[in-house]
């Protein structure tokens, strides 16, 4: 279920919640219950929704250092792929990991300049 330009924050769909409605909106399309456009609408609804959710509700920070593979930067996309990661959290902990892709969006909503 895709068409027409993809927006940033459609990364969101990947998490378990997202493939979740994209399945069952599949299911609905091909059952012919609703339309395509329709299930277009509301995975845009989600992606915002989604969007603003984050914003909102986390508040958590980390910080981490590691050694910066490959970056790039493509339709306000940021994608950065790092390796031998140390992330330090909000207690203290820390946590390691080999590689880490980290995507990052610009916060702007879809038609802002």
Known sequence: MSGGAPT???LYRSASIGMALQ???DDLIS???IEPQLAM???SNYDKAFAELIADKVK???NFK???DIYRFCDDVWTFLIRDV???LDNKQIVEANRVKIVSC???KAGET
């Open 41 to 43: 609408k509301i995975c």
């Open 60 to 62: 958590s920070r980390l």
């Open 31 to 33: 059952q012919n219950l």
């Open 66 to 68: 590691g050694s910066l």
């Open 106 to 108: 610009t916060n702007k």
């Open 86 to 88: 140390k992330f330090t």
């Open 8 to 10: 940033s924050y459609e």
């Open 23 to 25: 399945d069952a909106l």
